[in-house]
């Protein structure tokens, strides 16, 4: 029974350090949020200037509600986080409002 937990002390031990050794520091986070914060904030300002005019929006990953990584329509409003975009249903007649986070937008195309 001894081994047993001396084992377990010794998988304790090194999970602990592999642990101290993988995980990111303060200067690593605030480093990631600095550049992110930055990219977001550039994103948002072009969004705010093609706020009413039709573009295209790159999405890093497919959405749910778009059904692609493509998002297509009218910009609507744009906020510190969302931008809404206004586009036209694949059936049928009317719109749908699509609200999407900025730091899942890679890219604007026209």
């Given amino acids: 029974m001894d081994t047993f937990y001396q084992v377990i002390t010794m998988l304790t031990f090194g999970f602990v350090i592999a642990l101290y050794v993988w995980m990111p520091t303060k200067r690593d986070l605030r480093r990631l949020a600095a550049r992110e914060g930055a990219l977001s904030s550039g994103l948002r300002e072009q969004l705010k200037q093609r706020r009413g005019t039709s573009c295209k929006l790159m999405l890093d990953e497919a959405n749910p509600a778009v059904g692609s990584a493509v998002l297509a329509g ?29 730091e899942g937008i890679s890219s604007i195309e026209e």
């Fill in 74 to 102: 009218t910009v609507v409003d744009v906020d510190d986080e969302w931008v809404l975009v206004e586009r036209p249903f694949k059936q049928g007649d009317g719109t749908q409002f699509v609200a999407v986070r900025l």
